[in-house]
């Protein structure tokens, strides 16, 4: 079975600084990966998902995200965070089934 | 465009009594349905799962139970509340088999008391 972590459960970040969120997959095949986040009080929004072809994926809100097969990794990165980018951010991985596993999450602090 | 509705937003319960949660997607027909739990500062926890009218798979054993009674209506249920059972409920859709991106309803949260 797939599984996600996100080793940095909080990670917090100056406004205008680059901010980059760590996933790592376990899964035998190509997996597919998404990245979410979540504003407090709320559901989750799709920032990005890549399946297949080029490796760095472009998202919304100004989010990219590259998948490392040899790393098991598809980190998330932003060149310059905004207040409005706290939230929590969880990666999850797909298969061939119905079902995604979801990582625990990092939440992210941006400070004035 | 398709839309996932979710009420009721905030519910407050006392300890052993019934709850009914429900979900309703708009916009697409035979969606792949979602109940996950989300228990404060904690990630998400897929409860049940249905790829159709009356199928229901269950991914945890515990005090809920769920239905699908109409094609794009998903519904979460309990006889007796526990407090365990207080956290924040998201109803997710997708469409297809294959990994495919899932998207979530607004949530509800859930206080038993």
């Known amino acids: 079975a797939q599984s996600v972590t996100q080793p940095d459960i909080h990670i917090t970040v100056s406004e205008g600084a680059s901010l980059e969120l760590r996933c790592n997959y376990s899964?035998?095949?190509?997996?597919?990966l998404f990245w979410y986040v979540q504003s407090p009080g709320q559901g989750l929004q799709l920032l990005l998902k890549y399946f297949s072809g080029d490796t760095l994926v472009q998202g919304i809100k100004g989010f990219e995200a590259e998948f490392k097969r040899s790393q098991s990794s598809f980190n998330l990165r932003k060149p310059s965070v905004h207040w409005s980018d706290a939230a929590e951010y969880f990666c999850a991985v797909g298969a061939n089934d119905y079902k995604l596993s979801f990582g625990a999450g990092t939440t992210v602090t941006v400070r004035a | 465009s398709q839309t996932i509705h979710q009420w009721p937003a905030t519910l407050v319960q006392p300890v052993g009594s019934p709850l009914s949660l429900e979900c309703t997607v708009e916009g697409t027909s035979n969606p792949n349905l979602y109940w996950y739990r989300q228990a404060a500062g904690r990630g998400l926890q897929l409860l049940f799962y249905?790829?159709?009218?009356?199928?229901i798979s269950s991914e945890v054993p515990q005090n809920l139970s769920a239905s699908r009674p109409q094609d794009r209506q998903f519904i979460l249920s309990s006889k007796k509340l526990l407090l365990s059972d207080s956290g924040f409920y998201l109803c997710?859709?997708?469409?297809?088999?294959?990994?495919?991106?899932?998207?979530f309803g607004p949530g509800t949260r859930l206080l038993v008391l």
């Open positions: 899964y035998g095949a190509t997996p597919y």
């Open positions: 997710a859709w997708s469409q297809g088999a294959l990994g495919e991106t899932q998207y």
């Open positions: 249905s790829v159709g009218i009356g199928q």
